[in-house]
């Protein structure tokens, strides 16, 4: 079954500097996806990045990158130049199926990132 | 473009009464997905629906809760006779058809039942 595993439950980094977040997942699937989502205090999830399993190069968004490591089933997310507002709960997901299936994500625990001024 | 929308955003029930929450996806967007979210977990998918109908459902999602999406825009999610344990986030999400892998969340409905 799929599973997504973060390890970290907070993380402390200091304003400016960059941040890891860890992921690693678990799939027999040769088709999936993985994701990052944001999730301030008020709740609502926001997007950040996705990495498709044929996607040759990391995918980048601004500020975030994401680090894919396919022969370590690992995903972990890259924050540059962290910002006070970055402050917030992170969830790496992995979208379950193939193309044309329900696409429903399976979410890991989340880690909490506390940005330091 | 607004984003998703919940409705509402918070709710207190007593044990056994009967709740709705109504979610309204981004327009053009065809998909939308039902998750849970206890305290200190990842959001858990509870359904899924493609314009009106309802393809899957979790094991999560009991009898006692059902959810519809009567004309392909707006769904709602029902729980009867609720328990403490349902006390929980609900988030809503939807896609559009050409990037089906991209789901935008909704602000969710936070229910505490007492």
């Known amino acids: 079954a799929q599973k997504i595993t973060q390890t970290q439950p907070g993380m402390f980094v200091q304003e400016k500097e960059a941040v890891t977040l860890d992921c690693t997942y678990d799939t027999s699937d040769q088709s999936y996806g993985l994701f990052w989502y944001k999730q301030p205090s008020s709740g609502e999830m926001i997007f950040l990045i996705y990495q498709g399993s044929y996607d040759e190069q990391n995918a980048t968004e601004g500020r975030y990158s994401l680090n894919f490591q396919k022969a370590r089933k690992s995903a972990n997310l890259v924050i540059s130049a962290s910002q006070l507002g970055d402050s917030a709960m992170y969830f790496c997901?992995?979208?379950?199926?193939?193309?044309?299936?329900?696409?429903?994500?399976?979410f890991g625990t989340g880690t909490l990132l506390a940005v330091q001024p | 473009d607004t984003g998703v929308s919940q409705d509402p955003r918070h709710k207190i029930t007593k044990r056994g009464q009967n709740v709705t929450f109504r979610c309204d996806p981004i327009?053009?967007?065809?998909?939308l997905y039902w998750y849970r979210q206890t305290l200190g977990q990842g959001p858990e998918f509870l359904t899924y629906?493609?314009?009106?109908?309802?393809?899957?459902k979790s094991r999560l999602l009991s009898d006692r809760f059902s959810a519809e999406r009567p004309k392909g825009s707006f769904s709602t999610l029902e729980i009867q006779r609720t328990e403490q344990g349902d006390s929980a986030m609900y988030l809503c999400a939807s896609s559009h058809p050409g990037l089906i892998y991209e789901q935008y969340f909704g602000p969710g409905t936070r229910l505490t039942v007492t």
């Open positions: 997901a992995m979208r379950e199926g193939q193309s044309g299936a329900t696409n429903k994500l399976i």
């Open positions: 629906f493609q314009n009106e109908a309802q393809l899957e």
């Open positions: 327009s053009e967007h065809n998909r």
